[in-house]
């Protein structure tokens, strides 16, 4: 069974043994407002926990997408690109942005649960 | 109204012979071009004089514009642009001239950029200046391209350009462009530099940093001299985004706080047109030891002789055609010599004392997004009206309803449901203050009916634009082919 972990710069993981698909959460897709372009890395490429791995464009602003795990990318969201309106619509589903082969399983650890995450953004919501 | 383009009104056979009529004879395109070179003609409307009058005329009267209306729009300075300046850079002698015109038929145009760069040194302390780039953004490119050579020359290893989680976007778009890696650096909860983050990201592979003073929330960077300080001790350099220089003329230099390269936007701060309505001009400035990449050609002077010097040892070459947009820059001459040193050290007091006006008669109603006083341009944090359903697009539209430009939304990103609104020194007194009553009436209209903010603007021929279906799929020019 997978489990769904989150970042403090609002991106999750749903990790899956080795591997982990990573997106935005809803409230990061709430303040960005509606998303109109978003850029992934390609297969392939390496991401680095918290280091930038796309770009994500709503009406407001373009804002960075950090990884919450490092990896290798072994598949990316193709439909995605052309429909960006799925990261408000479903953030955690349809929207989800890239899969990766986790490096370093330790790293899990930095991640918050889902509960933590909920008090964290409760907390800088003020 | 009519919402036709221009080339849905054309009226087949419908002319007019509303074109001048040179002076000189003109030769057929055959004539001069080879025959691969020539296309068919194009598919232009046709209309009566009288009817592209109207079609002009008529969208001119949608336009808002400074000459119409209060404009408080951040970190842009859109301040008045005096009539003068338009007169004076209309002369026969500068609008006729060509830059195909030898050196010797220039010569007043030379003197006049010679003489604008002599004033520009002595504002900013920068050692030379080139007035080739024609917006801001260019003008940062330009720089930062010196910037890179300067290390190649150098043979300095760098790989990171550092810029604060203020900046402008096209601080790291330029740093990109440029090849380097940008690194972001988190403001301190006032949103001034973190010392010793900054201390922590900066080391011998820094090529730059670029900042922006006072920074876009309209505070002055008070620990700009340890911050210069960092970076120079690690071989970087410090470049300057001129946004915001309104603040600071007659009162310090970009060179006393440490800079290395410069731009200015002499559309914002110099009052030339700005916007849509340019032609803008990104005027670049370097000290002593970064002289010497500056693009080709710069305005020299020997034996009372203006010339081309094309002679930079290791310039980066041109970054535009000819001289950049001349009669820009005498827009900005006929500004400074207006103005002189006493008259500019008065518009920056003056823009600083109006953005902090407003701040303290809506301080009680808005919440101000930091301790530190402000500069030219207050940036509000409209949470408490957005907890109350009213975000800060609301405000900016209804804004539109009592007759005035939005200010800059949603920018510094680092503000929550940021509204940016620097009035500039231009506005008098009695506008601040309608301002700042429609600033008040719209929070109490929150409490009365919120829906008129949520539909706002009602005052104007287009509503509100569907901005998420124009950002996904642009509509961008018309197509000759849809016949």
Request: one cysteine or more; proline letters at 5%.
């Amino acid at each position: 069974m997978s489990i769904l972990k989150f970042s403090k710069t609002h991106e999750w993981a749903k990790i899956d043994n080795n591997t982990a698909v990573i997106g935005i959460s809803d409230y990061a897709q709430h303040s960005l407002g509606d998303i109109v372009f978003i850029e992934v890395p390609k297969v392939k490429d390496k991401v680095k926990a918290g280091s930038q791995f796309g770009t994500i464009e709503s009406t407001k602003a373009a804002s960075e997408l950090y990884s919450p795990l490092s990896g290798e990318v072994i598949e990316i969201n193709k439909d995605l690109i052309n429909n960006p309106q799925w990261v408000n619509e479903s953030p955690l589903e349809r929207g989800w942005m890239i899969k990766i082969k986790i490096e370093n399983n330790s790293e899990v650890n930095n991640l918050l649960d889902e509960a933590a995450y909920k008090d964290f953004v409760a907390k800088e919501s003020h | 109204m009519d919402n036709r383009l221009i080339f849905e009104k054309s009226d087949e056979g419908r002319k007019s012979n509303y074109v001048k009529k040179p002076a000189i004879e003109l030769k057929e395109p055959g004539q001069i071009l080879p025959a691969n070179l020539l296309r068919e003609a194009l598919p232009l409307p046709s209309l009566g004089e009288l009817e592209v009058v109207r079609h002009y005329t008529n969208l001119s009267k949608l336009n808002f514009s400074l000459d119409t209306n209060f404009y408080p729009l951040g970190s842009c300075t859109m301040k008045y642009n005096p009539k003068i300046n338009e007169e004076l850079s209309s002369l026969e002698g500068f609008l006729n001239i060509h830059p195909f015109q030898s050196e010797a038929c220039l010569s007043g145009a030379l003197e006049l950029i010679y003489n604008l760069e002599a004033l520009l040194s002595e504002i900013t302390g920068m050692k030379r200046f080139s007035f080739q780039a024609s917006s801001g953004a260019q003008g940062e490119l330009t720089g930062m391209l010196m910037i890179r050579k300067y290390h190649k020359v150098m043979k300095n290893k760098k790989r990171k350009v550092i810029v604060p989680d203020s900046s402008h976007g096209t601080n790291p778009a330029t740093s990109s462009m440029c090849g380097y890696e940008t690194v972001v650096v988190e403001s301190n909860p006032d949103g001034l530099i973190d010392l010793d983050k900054l201390s922590k990201v900066v080391d011998g592979e820094t090529a730059a940093i670029m900042l922006t003073n006072p920074n876009t929330l309209g505070l002055f960077e008070e620990n700009i001299l340890e911050v210069a300080d960092i970076i120079h001790k690690n071989g970087g350099l410090l470049y300057y985004d001129g946004a915001n220089f309104n603040a600071l003329l007659g009162i310090t230099t970009p060179r006393l706080m440490g800079f290395d390269v410069i731009h200015l936007n002499l559309h914002k701060t110099f009052s030339t047109p700005h916007g849509c309505g340019g032609p803008g001009a990104g005027a670049v400035g370097v000290v002593d030891r970064l002289t010497d990449f500056l693009p080709a050609p710069v305005i020299d002077k020997k034996k009372d002789k203006f010339y081309f010097n094309y002679k930079i040892k290791h310039s980066i070459g041109k970054v535009r055609a000819f001289y950049g947009n001349f009669s820009v820059l005498v827009r900005a001459y006929v500004y400074l010599l207006r103005l002189g040193r006493e008259g500019l050290l008065r518009v920056s007091q003056n823009a600083v004392l109006n953005a902090n006006y407003i701040r303290e008669k809506l301080k009680n109603d808005y919440n101000v997004a930091s301790n530190k006083p402000s500069m030219h341009e207050v940036v509000f944090s409209c949470t408490r009206q957005k907890e109350k359903g009213v975000p800060a697009l609301d405000i900016a539209k209804r804004l539109i309803d009592y007759g005035m430009h939005p200010p800059t939304m949603y920018f510094p990103l680092i503000v929550k449901e940021a509204l940016m609104v620097e009035p500039t020194e231009t506005e008098s007194r009695k506008t601040l203050d309608y301002f700042i009553d429609c600033m008040l009436k719209i929070n109490r209209e929150i409490e009365q009916n919120a829906q008129t903010l949520h539909d706002a603007p009602h005052t104007t021929p287009v509503k509100r634009v569907d901005e998420v279906r124009a950002a996904r799929n642009p509509d961008l020019r018309w197509r000759f082919s849809a016949k």
